[in-house]
């Protein structure tokens, strides 16, 4: 069964800075377009930026455009998320998985808290 396992997360202020890892335990990782999910207290889980297999394409919700980057190494099995210019309404638990499609097994998320 493949194994997601998120890291990265923290409390910071609004205006700050995080960068999000997703390691991937799967040695075809790269044939699947990945995504980073969030679900904030008493929400439901939404994704908010994906990548294509060979990280050429990238899209993004509306809430966070301009403000995250997605990214990945393939050779690591490992996507990235850097999060700038954070605001309090990015709270939330933060997941990776595939977007489109058949979901894997969720990880245990990481939680990122922007609180002054």
């Known amino acids: 069964q493949v194994q997601l396992v998120e890291s990265g997360g923290g409390l910071v202020q609004p205006g700050g800075s995080l960068r999000l890892s997703c390691a991937a335990s799967?040695?075809?990782?790269?044939?699947?377009?990945m995504g980073w999910y969030r679900q904030p207290p008493g929400k439901q889980r939404e994704l908010v930026a994906s990548?294509?297999?060979?990280?050429?394409?990238?899209n993004y919700a509306d809430s966070v455009k301009g403000r995250f980057t997605i990214s990945r190494d393939n050779a690591k099995r490992t996507v990235y998320l850097q999060m700038n210019s954070l605001k309090p309404e990015d709270t939330a638990v933060y997941y990776c998985?595939?977007?489109?499609?058949?979901?894997?097994?969720w990880g245990q998320g990481t939680q990122v808290t922007v609180s002054s």
């Open positions: 998985n595939k977007a489109g499609g058949v979901t894997l097994g």
């Open positions: 990548i294509t297999g060979g990280g050429s394409n990238t």
């Open positions: 799967t040695s075809i990782f790269s044939i699947y377009t």
